[in-house]
């Protein structure tokens, strides 16, 4: 930039103030002022600036030798920048002030668009399957039927409530469906709490019994002992103490509830137990009446039907039944240990992890659903016991099974 265009002064022509522009020299100025040269190209000569650390006239107002005309620019430039400064903040303030109230409303409306999960569950229109490890036609899917009918109309949006029958493996595979389930409420199962709990205790599967979201007990079958007519046994004293051993009906392998459940009753009461698989209850009945083995353990709406044909010997209750008022229960033997014995009490569980809000909807519904009239009513026409025991009450069933068969676990496992 030529030096005539800055802020400069000269001997020859000065200005009374360094800031202030001085007006193009005249040539013949620029040619004897100190400092000045010549330029190279054509035309006038251009001036260097001198140095800023010798000209410049001191900064402060008022200062010895310097121009009122730079205090005035100095207090000019700062009222500009002050009301600069204020503008901005104004505007940064009024900036701020409109973005917080946008963002205000966007959090508000982002909340309200977010629906609680619990109301969420279930949905209208879907389906919740509950499993079950038996197949159609049992105490325990008629059971389950009833209670899937109840339990739809007492959740919200009343969704379709299915039961799949699930047979095979001992109950292993309704439990794994169950348990390898999304968790999210619509995998629920009925199991038989014995089922539950005698492969992880007697045949180390790797899965705690208590790892399900357990939401009550519907069902505590009635379960008696009867024997074969051509046994020639009519008590349990002829039995008991004797150290004899009966053959009896099983309904599964050697680690099957009923299996297990006849040599706990055998080692309780002082005889042995030889058991013989048939395949399911019926066909074990079917063997008792035609005289093939000693007796067998039932629940009562199997049995009963065809109490004329077989020698009731006792019940796994703790007082007498109405139906069998001549029948002693185990509890009036002297063996209320023998209680937890009933294999068959059918207990409804959801995946492990399903949330608590989830749980705490099927929970409501479960109850409600088990004070229906149409379920209690279904229920007695089918000889059912409708049995009632919550969440916390089906938790300590379950570890009550474990403790009573891991303490006896040695003693179950001998050949």
């Known amino acids: 930039m030529p030096c005539w265009k800055r802020r400069w002064r000269t001997r020859t022509r000065s200005c009374r103030c360094w800031r202030t522009r001085s007006k193009r020299p005249a040539e013949a100025d620029l040619a004897s002022a100190p400092g000045l040269s010549?330029?190279?190209?054509?035309?006038?000569?251009?001036?260097?600036?001198?140095?800023?650390?010798q000209e410049r006239p001191p900064r402060r107002t008022g200062a010895p030798g310097a121009s009122p005309a730079c205090g005035r620019a100095r207090r000019n430039r700062q009222e500009r920048r002050s009301g600069s400064v204020n503008l901005k903040l104004d505007n940064?303030?009024?900036?701020?002030?409109?973005?917080?109230?946008?963002?205000?409303?966007?959090?508000?409306?982002?909340?309200a668009a977010v629906p609680a999960a619990?109301?969420?569950?279930?949905?209208?229109?879907?389906?919740?399957?509950?499993?079950i490890p038996?197949?159609?036609?049992?105490?325990?899917?008629?059971?389950?039927?009833?209670?899937?009918?109840?339990?739809?109309?007492n959740l919200p949006n009343q969704p379709n409530v299915v039961v799949q029958n699930r047979t095979g493996g001992n109950g292993m595979i309704a439990l794994n469906d169950i348990m390898r389930a999304d968790p999210?409420?619509?995998?629920?199962?009925?199991?038989?709490?014995?089922?539950?709990?005698?492969?992880?205790?007697?045949?180390?599967?790797?899965?705690?019994?208590?790892?399900?979201?357990?939401?009550?007990?519907?069902?505590?079958?009635?379960?008696?002992?009867v024997a074969s007519k051509a046994s020639g046994l009519t008590s349990v004293e002829q039995m008991a103490g004797t150290g004899e051993t009966f053959v009896q009906a099983s309904t599964g392998g050697?680690?099957?509830?009923?299996t297990l459940g006849a040599r706990m009753t055998g080692m309780a009461m002082g005889f042995d137990v030889n058991p013989i698989p048939h395949d399911g209850a019926s066909e074990a009945l079917l063997a008792v009446i035609r005289?093939?083995?000693?007796?067998?353990?039932?629940?009562?709406?199997?049995i009963y039907a065809q109490i004329d044909d077989v020698v009731p010997l006792f019940t796994y209750t703790s007082e007498r039944i109405p139906n069998l008022p001549d029948v002693p229960s185990v509890a009036e033997l002297g063996h209320e240990e023998l209680l937890k014995l009933n294999g068959l009490q059918l207990v409804l569980g959801a995946t492990p992890g399903t949330p608590d809000d989830v749980m705490a909807t099927l929970n409501a519904a479960a109850e409600?659903?088990?004070m229906d009239e149409t379920f209690q009513e279904g229920m007695v026409k089918a000889n059912q016991n409708a049995e009632w025991l919550d969440a916390g009450e089906t938790r300590e069933l379950i570890q009550a099974k474990i403790d009573l068969f891991s303490a006896a676990r040695d003693e179950l496992l001998e050949e």
Request: a negative charge.
């Open 134 to 153: 038996n197949s159609p036609g049992g105490s325990t899917d008629t059971s389950a039927r009833l209670f899937a009918d109840a339990l739809s109309k």
């Open 38 to 53: 010549p330029g190279r190209r054509r035309g006038p000569a251009r001036a260097r600036c001198p140095p800023r650390a």
């Open 291 to 302: 005289g093939d083995v000693d007796w067998m353990q039932g629940t009562f709406p199997t």
């Open 368 to 370: 409600a659903a088990f």
């Open 254 to 258: 050697r680690l099957d509830g009923s």
């Open 92 to 111: 940064l303030k009024t900036s701020l002030a409109g973005g917080a109230a946008g963002l205000t409303l966007t959090l508000a409306l982002g909340v």
């Open 118 to 131: 619990a109301a969420d569950f279930p949905e209208a229109g879907s389906t919740i399957t509950i499993v």
């Open 184 to 225: 999210d409420g619509y995998t629920l199962g009925i199991l038989e709490a014995t089922s539950v709990v005698l492969p992880p205790v007697l045949e180390g599967r790797d899965y705690d019994p208590l790892s399900l979201e357990w939401i009550a007990q519907i069902n505590n079958p009635l379960y008696l002992a």
